[in-house]
């Protein structure tokens, strides 16, 4: 199993910035790629970034590209997700999840951490 721990959300205004981080722990060595989501009040969730773990090759939503960047530091196991130029629409309950080798889907999901951006 993989345990995901998501911190740093918060309380900030639009066009403010915030990084979150996602510590991994656990059977690490079974993530191929790890990716943040996004679930908004009355929304599904979305897909916001994703990282292959060991070769870092990024994928973004068309609604985050150019305002945020995945990274990932695989050596303390600690996924990240800078964001910048945050809007009220990127208000939501941000979560983690790995990926497997092998697998199409994120099976591991972190407990999310609230991001809240005020106009």
């Known amino acids: 199993q993989v345990q995901l721990v998501e911190s740093g959300g918060g309380l900030v205004q639009a066009g403010d910035s915030l990084r979150l981080s996602c510590a991994a722990s656990?059977?690490?060595?079974?993530?191929?790629?790890m990716g943040w989501f996004r679930q908004a009040p009355g929304l599904e969730r979305e897909f916001v970034a994703s990282?292959?773990?060991?070769?870092?090759?990024?994928s973004y939503a068309d609604s985050v590209k150019g305002r945020f960047t995945i990274s990932r530091d695989y050596v303390k196991n600690t996924l990240y997700l800078q964001m910048h130029s945050l809007k009220p629409d990127d208000t939501a309950v941000y979560y983690c999840?790995?990926?497997?080798?092998?697998?199409?889907?994120?099976?591991?999901w972190g407990q999310g951490t609230q991001v809240t951006v005020s106009s």
């Open positions: 999840a790995r990926r497997a080798s092998g697998s199409t889907d994120y099976d591991y």
């Open positions: 990282v292959t773990w060991f070769s870092g090759r990024t």
């Open positions: 656990g059977r690490t060595y079974t993530i191929d790629s």
